[in-house]
């Protein structure tokens, strides 16, 4: 999602935050025709002598210069052969032509035989326990290891980053003086909201081609912000985690606000806390002691009112329950009374997701975002190996590693800084006690490492086929010309951008790598945007504001997005197929879309490439800038009723089920 604004600015936090970081079409401190040129042709265009030519007037216009280029080289042979979704925005999600884009579970389903049937109207926080919860956003597929075709019967491990109260619950707005106004929650809405964060985990298959919902799973679960979970590693146990309730420092109730997350090769699931900050309301006791730690993560940002009902939430009763927050949660979902650890030795960030490869030597690297501007790429490698015959002996390696921080260097190069205890500047004198303490302030730990400050990284995928990393940097409108490097090479930039990491001699647990800008996201016509897509790209193709991908098994790259509507990019968000091989590269095609006001999470491929599967999340969340409809969307007015549309059902967030007609693979 996009960062939360404090309830009292705005209701609508999705929209409103994109809005926040939404683009201009024609910035007014454009740059020169000089630097435009430049920015267009990344270092491989360089490398292959394309800058020769840029002596060519200006009245040139650079996608012409890049045309020729392209040419040159003889076209562009695309790994993706689909035919190309219109890119647009109406109220319903569309797939190239070929495809089934079928709804398998959506928000308010029963995921157990005696699970109530969602009831908009009559909704308890016990119904919600039962069902499928709200914002479907990671999606992982985790394939039975009993299956008799893993491609077709596995858990779908969902996380459930947050809450649009507006479009989920009656008769809660109000409009004033043509704003909309949500009522103040009530414990029972709360319980509600709560029960509806948090993961699922179901068993599907695939039956005469479909996907559907195996409801008797005895493996069919719901994690919620209530579900009680074990503190492991480095800060457990520590004073800076102990509470009224949890006098240990080791037992915390649920986990919120999970945004992408990961499914590691042992088989278990990874739920990333992203924005913890805006579940946390009142006020620090003046000086306390975390003042600067919860400032640099913008604790308490009162986005909920959950605090109102639950002292560990106010800050002001339980100071150190945020410290209890913003880390990587691993959950076993072939065990569904497991207990679901919070591993500390990742760090603690607004955590985008984690996902992971084994490197050479058998030590398991995950990749890691934290979601803010200027914030930065992590990676962790694990000191142990990974073993793939004994699942038990990998299911604590995520307890001992190494976390490090990137710094993305001028020449193309960059280094791994490790964020240990005791070296550097990570000692007493700089407040880090121990590796508790590093761990609980990652970021001011990076932050004195020198780490590089990036335009919002979400996704970083490993490509286990082509041996790089890909890191979506989603925008950064606040970034100044003062600001620009190498790394996040655009002033404003509205569009984000992707970065390819090469680790030294191809090993993911290496410190030291090379890396490049892949694509600069943006409208490719408008040169001042500074876009770097093929003109084989259509108008179509480009995209803006990368934030999860996919690589398929044939390493191919898939992006979706967050933030293009109608006023940034005159289109929904969706999924792109984004090639990176070849003269091909950095042509983008697109394969899926959502419905007005949704953004697209979690693409994850089954082994075999035959299914795809994505979520919808806050579909009909704005409406405004959407010329047909013109206003805001709530509850009892809604922009899209997606996907049941039906009067006496609201939009549902969804996760959806792509598969080719005919079968066979996705995008061949
Ligand atoms: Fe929840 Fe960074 O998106
Ligand atoms: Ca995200
Ligand atoms: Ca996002
Ligand atoms: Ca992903």
Wanted: overall charge negative; charged content about 25%; proline content about 6%.
């Amino acid at each position: 999602m996009n960062k939360h604004t404090p309830a009292s600015e705005s209701i609508f936090r999705t929209s409103l935050l994109e809005e926040a970081d939404g683009p201009a079409r024609n910035a007014s401190d454009n740059p020169t025709m000089g630097e435009i040129i430049a920015k267009r042709f990344s270092r491989r265009d360089l490398l292959k002598g394309a800058l020769a030519v840029s002596a060519i007037s200006a009245t040139v216009a650079p996608l012409a210069l890049i045309s020729a280029d392209k040419a040159r080289a003889g076209g562009t042979g695309s790994a993706f052969s689909f035919p190309e979704v219109a890119a647009g925005v109406d109220e319903n999600h569309h797939v190239a032509e070929g495809y089934d884009a079928d709804v398998l579970l959506r928000w308010g389903d029963p995921l157990f035989p005696d699970a109530p049937e969602f009831d908009p109207t009559a909704q308890t926080a016990e119904s919600q326990r039962r069902q499928f919860g709200y914002n479907n956003d990671y999606v992982g597929y985790i394939p039975l290891p009993d299956a008799e075709d893993p491609a077709a019967h596995g858990l779908l491990v969902v996380n459930h980053e947050y809450t649009n109260e507006h479009l989920m619950f009656p008769g809660i707005v109000t409009i004033a003086d043509g704003k909309p106004q949500v009522a103040p929650a009530d414990q029972k809405r709360v319980d509600i909201e709560m029960a509806a964060h948090g993961g699922t985990v179901a068993e599907i298959r695939r039956v005469d081609g479909k996907w559907q919902l195996v409801k008797d799973s005895s493996y069919n679960r719901r994690i919620t912000a209530d579900t009680e979970m074990e503190v492991t590693g480095p800060a457990a146990g520590h004073e800076r985690l102990r509470t009224g309730a949890d006098a240990t420092g080791t037992r915390v109730l649920g986990t919120v606000n999970n945004c992408a997350g990961g499914v590691t090769p042992w088989g278990t699931y990874i739920m990333a806390e992203e924005n913890f900050h805006g579940y946390f309301m009142g006020e620090l006791p003046a000086d306390h002691p975390e003042a600067t730690n919860y400032e640099r993560l913008g604790v308490p940002d009162a986005t909920y009112e959950w605090g109102k009902f639950y002292d560990r939430f106010d800050v002001s009763k339980e100071p150190n329950e945020p410290n209890r927050f913003g880390w990587i949660v691993e959950v076993d979902p072939f065990d569904p009374n497991s207990t679901p650890k919070k591993r500390t030795a990742l760090g603690r960030t607004k955590h985008e997701g984690a996902e992971s490869i084994v490197s050479r030597d058998g030590r398991v690297v995950f990749y890691l975002g934290d979601d803010e501007r200027f914030d930065y790429v992590y990676k962790f490698v694990t000191a142990g190996r990974y073993n793939p015959d004994d699942r038990a002996a990998n299911m604590d390696l995520l307890d001992e590693g190494t976390l490090y921080v990137a710094r993305f260097d001028e020449d193309g190069s960059m280094e791994w800084l490790p964020l240990i205890h005791g070296e550097g500047p990570l000692t007493a004198e700089n407040g880090f006690e121990s590796q508790a303490d590093v761990v609980i302030e990652t970021r001011r730990a990076a932050d004195l490492l020198g780490a590089t400050k990036m335009d919002r990284p979400e996704d970083v995928e490993p490509n286990a086929v082509n041996g790089r990393v890909y890191v979506m940097l989603t925008n950064n409108t606040r970034r100044s010309e003062e600001d620009v490097d190498a790394a996040n090479p655009r002033a404003k930039n509205a569009f984000g951008h992707i970065i390819e990491i090469a680790e030294t001699d191809g090993d993911f647990a290496a410190t030291t790598g090379k890396w490049e800008v892949l694509l600069q996201c943006g409208d490719p016509s408008i040169a001042e945007v500074g876009a770097t897509f093929t003109t084989e790209t259509t108008k179509d193709g480009w995209f803006g504001m990368p934030d999860n991908c996919a690589i398929d098994a044939a390493g191919r790259l898939w992006v979706s997005t967050d933030g293009n509507n109608p006023s940034a990019t005159g289109r929904t968000d969706g999924l792109w197929a984004v090639d990176t091989e070849g003269d091909a590269r950095a042509t983008s095609k697109l394969f899926y879309r959502v419905p007005v006001g949704a953004e697209l999470c979690g693409p994850v491929f089954t082994p075999d490439d035959q299914s795809l599967f994505v979520a919808v999340q806050h579909p009909g969340d704005g409406g405004d800038d959407w010329e047909p409809f013109g206003r805001p969307s709530y509850y009892e007015d809604l922009s899209t009723r997606w996907p049941d549309f039906q009067d006496d059902i609201p939009v549902r967030p969804a996760v959806v089920a792509i598969t080719k007609q005919g079968g066979g693979k996705i995008g061949v």
